[in-house]
């Protein structure tokens, strides 16, 4: 069989942070997974949350809360060497604004598809449903189930 990759949608790293699926269990099926700045902005933040409680404007408003996690982020960050980080340039943006239009997308899922179709990535590692319809269109597999990640390349 050939390469397997897969890019990492964000809702999949939050399920790993939450205990509730291993990314390496996932990486055991693929030769390279994908995130790009997208993922890591978005889990950074939901991290952020669940580690201090406070929303959004808190945290900007109170920069000791953010500098008093020091071992926190580093781990967070470290976790991300799992990934290659794929470019947003300006023709993945370009190509995102079209998703929006097409498919009535987010920016950011979007950005996300965007880049999957760009970099030539197959297979996009989701538990969105909102990608479903576009990545069908696209050419590219969603795998939404763990069923689905841990069954591809099995032969029946």
């Keep these: 069989m050939g390469s397997l990759t897969a890019f990492v949608d964000t809702n ?11 990314l390496l269990d996932i990486m055991e099926r693929f030769n390279v997974l994908y995130s790009n700045s997208i993922v890591f902005s978005e889990a950074l933040m939901v991290y952020l949350r669940a580690l201090t409680g406070e929303r959004p404007y808190t945290l900007k408003h109170n920069p000791g809360i953010i ?15 799992l990934f290659l980080d794929l470019e947003i340039n300006r023709a993945v943006e ?18 996300i598809l965007a880049t999957c179709k760009f970099h030539d990535v197959k297979y996009l590692i989701s538990f969105d449903s909102d ?17 689905e990640i841990t069954g591809l390349g099995d032969v029946p």
């Design 94 to 111: 370009t190509l995102a604004v079209e998703y929006m239009i097409k498919y009535g997308l987010l920016p950011n899922d979007a950005l």
């Design 12 to 22: 999949v790293i939050i399920e790993h942070l939450e205990g509730n699926i291993d």
């Design 67 to 81: 500098r008093n996690l020091r071992e926190e982020l580093l781990d967070f960050s470290r976790l991300f060497e």
């Design 131 to 147: 990608f479903a319809n576009a990545c069908e269109k696209e050419g590219i597999s969603l795998l939404s189930t763990q069923g």
